[in-house]
């Protein structure tokens, strides 16, 4: 991996629970149905032992890139960003197309994006054009569409927590 895995604590606390769900309770029952599955005889034909070897395959696949996701990542709270004038990694972003059609972004890791709820990865191209932008900056962006403008209207940050 050539670029660090940024993440929120809320992401990355996401993909912790997934992992301890899949090796703290999936994976340990579906061991558990395999061995009995097992023990009733011919394998070749046996549903139970056929799916639950593969489901195990597809657990452990998904808990190795797990934990290798978690093991490069760079947790960044977004709260505690010193320069809330610009766009950074955690921002809310209000950008605005040539057309004055408004949207809203956060910009979070690639581990945590999900484009209806208006979160995009760090190194999506959009995430990459507005990076350092200001208010009423007005950026340009390569996209599968065309190219687009975008000015940025507004730029806000969870409250830092004192304490």
Sequence with gaps: MDRPNYITPAGYAALSAEYRQ???EERPKL???ISW???NGDRSENGDYIYGR???REIDRRAGFLARRMKAAKVVDPAQQPDRTHVYFGATVTIADEDDVQRTLTIVGDDETEAGAGRIGWNAPLA???RGAGIGDVRRVELPGGEREYE???????PAIRG
């Design 22 to 24: 899949l090796l703290g």
């Design 31 to 33: 061991v558990d149905v």
């Design 37 to 39: 599955a097992a023990g």
């Design 54 to 56: 593969k489901r195990l």
């Design 128 to 130: 990459r054009a507005l």
């Design 152 to 158: 940025v209207m507004a730029i806000s940050y969870p």
